[in-house]
């Protein structure tokens, strides 16, 4: 089911961000432990954005602070040099997601109980935003909660490469938000199917394998999943050339990849299978009738539109016509 984007959806800061203090850090007796302005870095996030952080400082200290108690050091730098908006910048841009949907091992039918949730889209920020000297960052990425949203343009220059990540957005049947500017991008998404599908796959593809041969020689152990995500990687490939659209969903070969997942087929018998379906890609590309490249003119069409949408300050009604 499609629903509009929620103006609730706020962002929580990832472990491992650096962030700076507004206020001198104390401890329950008073006395200073951090002064206003240090640097730390967050090592435990809050399930939600009610909640405190933990950070640990450079002299070792580890304090629970409150999202108004700190700052996004990137943020605080800009901030330092007139760059920045207000505080709440970071969340606010949640507010301009177009398109969201899940992807990933849900999305594919390969989820199990403790499958997380993968979920992608689009965020399109209003013009004056956009423009500023502080300009707005191509991702949005929230590794707590498995979540990532490409700016509008991004986004378009990924799909035109043959992303896979991007194209199985624009393919997945599990949508969660799509705005009328993004639904009419899903109707065009055939325009970025284009045979630089078998130079992406294949190269990624070869190349992955290649770390997981290695790993088997130094380690003597590979990741299992990633090993059949590099082999639905390749299936998807196929069908590409073949039939013209992404497969997302691979009942037919659900059972063989979680056994690779699991574990349960041998190496050899994995890259054999490997090897058989690269052949089959170089066949598909003998044969396929999909363009050399993707339509160029009509995405960049689509984002010029998109950017007019947004110049005005009541862009998000625009966006809703």
């Not at 050899?268 to 363009?291: C, G, I, S």
Request: a negative charge; aromatic letters at 8%.
């Amino acid at each position: 089911m499609i629903v509009m984007p929620s103006p609730n959806f706020h962002l929580l800061i990832p472990i491992g961000t650096q962030v700076v203090t507004r206020a001198r850090v104390t401890a329950s007796s008073g006395n200073q432990l951090c002064p206003a302005g240090a640097v730390g870095v967050v090592v435990e996030a809050p399930v939600d954005p009610f909640h405190s952080y933990r950070v640990r400082f450079t002299n070792g200290v580890e304090a629970m602070l409150r999202r108004d108690e700190l700052t996004i050091r990137k943020r605080h730098q800009a901030e330092a040099v007139g760059l920045g908006v207000d505080v709440d910048a970071d969340v606010d841009l949640y507010r301009h997601v177009i398109y969201r949907c899940v992807v990933g091992s849900r999305a594919y039918g390969l989820d199990e109980e403790a499958s997380d949730t993968d979920r992608r889209g689009i965020y399109l920020p209003p013009a004056e935003l956009h423009w500023s000297l502080g300009g707005v960052p191509e991702q949005l990425e929230n590794k707590g909660s498995e979540e990532c949203y490409w700016e509008l343009q991004k986004f378009l220059i990924l799909a035109l490469k043959a992303n896979p990540n991007v194209l199985e957005c624009l393919y997945t049947p599990l949508v969660e938000t799509a705005t009328p500017l993004a639904e009419e991008l899903l109707t065009m998404r055939g325009i970025f199917i284009s045979r630089l599908v078998y130079q992406t796959y294949n190269g990624y593809v070869m190349s992955q394998f290649k770390k997981l041969e290695q790993d088997i020689r130094s380690q003597g152990a590979i990741k299992w999943k990633h090993a059949m995500h590099l082999i639905r990687l390749l299936l998807s490939g196929v069908t590409i050339l073949n039939e013209g659209y992404v497969p997302v969903q691979i009942e037919e070969h659900r059972e063989r990849l979680l056994a690779i997942r699991h574990g349960r087929v041998s190496w050899d018998e994995v890259n054999a299978w490997r090897l058989a379906l690269h052949q089959e890609f170089d066949e598909a590309l003998t044969q396929t009738p999909l363009p050399e490249r993707p339509d160029y003119e009509r995405a960049n069409a689509f984002l010029i539109k998109a950017r007019r949408a947004m110049v005005s300050t009541g862009s998000d009604d625009r966006l809703q016509r």
